[in-house]
């Protein structure tokens, strides 16, 4: 039987209470004209200040298309105009993917949140943790205080992967190398295991590859490997044809070229990065390398904003959503990596969730509890179920948005409208 903190419990109570009460019809819209010039201007701005190459957007309201706009260029230096059927390397926004196919294992009763991780992948029985070095050196290593549990994959508090700023821990990472792109699944997984816990098991919030050991267990659960596991269970039933690891040769030129921001703002492309999405690789990870377009992705948010169904398709149930939607992060989990610089979030499985409204102006607008993910290419989607909105966004630039574009297209949807709940 799932066993499920109070703290949680509570949460997802609240969660259902605010979203039983159904969206009057009579109220307006949040993505009204002046939000939509809003948002060609602030995505044509970004163009012209040079501040990315090209970018897009997909904002849905109640169910319709509210908004649509594609600015600049896919790839500059072919003059591809970026569209909205655009394929872009999506990274980071992997992770909600392979959290709703894990999930689906989960509602079979594959297993439980809390089970420990060892149940199912004896490789990590004896993990031990990490606890500084000796007065030789070498490292000290203890104990975990408790078993890693799937929980702790599902929101980053698993230790796997965290090298805590250690140097010591961080060469033992780079010598187990787990994430070679020759590696399966598999050998992934077990080289992990050959590595110390970066800090106690739900101790500390830290961003690794959790959601790439969540790949490996929906492959080891299921007996059926992950990417046609994840294909049959999700992307093929929600029509998302365009969402995958490989792209077809036929399709290449759709592909958005990743441009890199130098120090002084000028943008250049990033030669051979979409290497791992045009042959095959051994490694299919849960944590990034799917591509897609904006309609497809979006099919995915309306899933979910839908409580798991999509054009009388169901992938989960609208309890499963609602709990993944939920923070899952109790307030003695202090130390958060960079989590808090999203705004006043917490996290649930394979997503920020917020649970505050915005402390300053500086804050991303939103609403509370809306759930998001974005990528290591400044890509980024919401779901706001207070408003009955999901929004996408596109784009290709390294490092992580230091434009505030995600700032920028959050105000320009919400504006000087206040939603319920912010």
């Not at 500059?76 to 909600?96: G, L, W």
């Not at 490997?225 to 036929?250: I, Q």
């Amino acid at each position: 039987m799932l066993r499920i903190p109070s703290a949680i419990v509570a949460a997802l109570l609240l969660v259902a209470s605010a979203r039983a009460q159904p969206r009057a019809p009579d109220l307006p819209r949040v993505v009204d004209e002046a939000a939509v010039a809003r948002l060609d201007a602030t995505l044509a701005g970004f163009v012209e200040r040079g501040d990315v190459v090209g970018v897009s957007a997909l904002v849905l309201e109640r169910g319709e298309e509210a908004y649509v706009g594609a600015y600049g260029h896919a790839d500059r230096e072919a003059d591809v105009p970026m569209t909205r059927n655009a394929i872009v390397q999506v990274y980071s926004m992997t992770k909600p993917v392979t959290g709703v196919a894990l999930m689906t294992l989960w509602e079979a009763g594959a297993f439980d949140l809390d089970d420990p991780l060892a149940d199912y992948a004896p490789e990590f029985a004896d993990v031990v943790v990490y606890a500084g070095v000796d007065a030789d050196g070498q490292p000290i290593l203890e104990a975990p205080r408790r078993p890693v549990t799937i929980r702790d994959l599902t929101r980053h508090t698993a230790g796997i992967g965290a090298d805590g700023g250690h140097e010591a821990l961080a060469a033992m990472l780079r010598e187990a190398d787990p994430m070679n792109r020759e590696n399966t699944l598999e050998t992934m997984a077990r080289q992990f295991a050959s590595v110390p816990l970066g800090f106690h098991p739900g101790e500390q919030w830290a961003y690794g590859p959790s959601v790439d050991l969540q790949a490996f267990l929906v492959e080891r659960i299921s007996g059926q490997p992950y990417a046609e596991y994840v294909r049959e269970h999700v992307l093929a039933p929600l029509g998302m044809s365009e969402t995958r690891y490989v792209v077809p040769e036929a399709d290449r030129d759709r592909m958005a070229a990743v441009y890199r921001r130098g120090d002084d703002g000028a943008l250049s492309p990033i030669d051979g990065i979409d290497v791992f999405n045009t042959q095959a690789w051994p490694l299919t990870p849960g944590g990034w390398g799917l591509t897609s377009t904006l309609d497809d992705y979006s099919r995915f948010a309306q899933m979910l904003l839908n409580g798991g169904v999509l054009d009388g398709v169901r992938i989960l149930q609208p309890e499963t959503v609602r709990l993944m939607a939920t923070s899952h992060l109790d307030d003695a989990v202090t130390q958060r990596m960079w989590l808090p610089s999203k705004g006043q979030v917490g996290f649930g499985i394979d997503f920020a969730v917020r649970v505050r409204p915005p402390a300053s102006a500086d804050e991303n607008p939103g609403t509370v509890g809306e759930f998001f993910w974005d990528g290591a290419a400044s890509t980024l989607f919401w779901v706001d179920p207070v408003n009955e909105l999901t929004a996408v966004l596109f784009v290709q630039l390294m490092p992580f948005d230091g434009v505030g574009l995600h700032h920028g297209v959050r105000e320009a949807v919400y504006g000087a409208f206040r939603a319920r709940g912010s």
